[in-house]
């Protein structure tokens, strides 16, 4: 028996006892290491929803997580006990249209990890323990941190919003939201080769980790006069999920740019100016959370080509779950706050 945070609504998250499920032949039993409290899980905590995702039973969330393997099963051969792993939240079929066409992350029968988007609900990994199978686990031999290892979820979102984006060589890139996939995709800009990087935030903080990661300049969208920021950038990124954030992007992105959302925005109450889009010839993309990228990250990371150690505000015990989630909510203290096993 394991303790797991289970969220039963809207700020009723509760620690209770949590059985492990038996292995089969290609499981894996993993101990946590680190975890990191997402966007999305904040949505669940405080709203007992992400858009049109309802909490309708209780749900175990934390889908950016790191471990150590406990037990395998009779056939595993990708990890042994005692290895550190890094573990992919995304479980596609593999079978549909999608997967065969390489686009796995928009799977028709995707099961992602503490995810209300099923019923019944796929649940996550803010636990002690859990069995997952043994192709969601990348083993890593180098001398990184559990809690780095868990960004890496989180870095392939960045890339896949980045490679959505098209050619970023010699661009300017702007990015509305400077938290955590913000940040990301920063870095992810980066490394394609953007000329010119440009946050944009209605807080402070944010735009301090920002910078920290490589922007070349911030912007207190909140206090800007917003013809300032016209025809600022060749591409733009929405990472805040904020209707204001998309609206400058909008003004931002030059005639023939491109805006990628990657933040979720709300479900209600939007405007969506076509015709704008329309006459300036804007591509406006989604971006989906993520396929191959995920072990572009973990290559990132366990070569520290990329360091997520600045953005790591934070790292509380699993029993502190609801601080952890109030800190995670606070924007002013934190960037990335993360749940850990000893």
């Given amino acids: 028996m394991s303790l797991a945070c289970r969220i039963h609504g809207a700020r009723d998250l509760r620690l209770e006892p949590d059985e492990t499920a038996p292995l089969a032949p290609h499981e894996v039993e993993v101990r946590l290491g680190a975890a990191g409290i997402c966007g999305s899980d904040l949505h669940y905590f405080l709203h007992g929803r992400v858009g049109a995702f309802v909490i309708r039973e209780p749900l175990i969330p934390g889908h950016e997580a790191s471990g150590v393997v406990l037990r395998v099963g009779d056939a595993v051969t990708r990890v042994a006990p005692g290895m550190k792993v890094a573990i992919n939240p995304s479980h596609p079929c593999g079978r549909c249209d999608y997967c065969r066409a390489g686009r796995d992350n928009l ?86 080769g953007a000329a010119r990087i440009i946050v944009c935030d209605i807080a402070d903080r944010p735009l301090e980790m920002a910078r920290t990661v490589g922007a070349d300049a911030t912007v207190r969208s909140d206090t800007t006069d917003a013809s300032e920021l016209v025809d600022i950038a060749d591409v733009s990124i929405e990472a805040a999920g904020s209707p204001a954030a998309l609206a400058t992007c909008l003004a931002a992105t030059r005639r023939g740019g491109r805006i990628v959302q990657v933040g979720t925005l709300p479900g209600e109450g939007m405007h969506f100016p076509a015709n704008s889009i329309m006459a300036r010839e804007l591509d406006y993309v989604g971006a989906f959370r993520a396929g191959p990228e995920f072990d572009w990250a973990v290559a990132y990371l366990r070569t520290r080509r990329v360091d997520v150690r600045p953005l790591m505000s934070a790292q509380l015990p699993l029993d502190q779950a609801v601080q952890a989630f109030e800190l995670a909510a606070d924007r002013s203290r934190s960037t990335k706050v993360q749940l850990v096993c000893d």
Avoid: K, W
């Fill in 107 to 192: 799977c028709s029968n995707m099961r992602f990890l503490g995810s209300a988007s099923v019923y019944p609900h796929v649940q996550g990994m803010f636990r002690e323990r859990f069995v997952m199978g043994e192709r969601q686990l990348t083993p890593v031999d180098e001398d990184i941190s559990l809690g780095e290892l868990a960004c890496a979820e989180p870095l392939s979102i960045g890339l896949h919003g980045v490679r959505r984006a098209g050619e970023l060589m010699g661009r300017t890139v702007l990015v509305t939201g400077g938290g955590t996939i913000g940040c990301m995709a920063v870095i992810a800009a980066r490394l394609a």
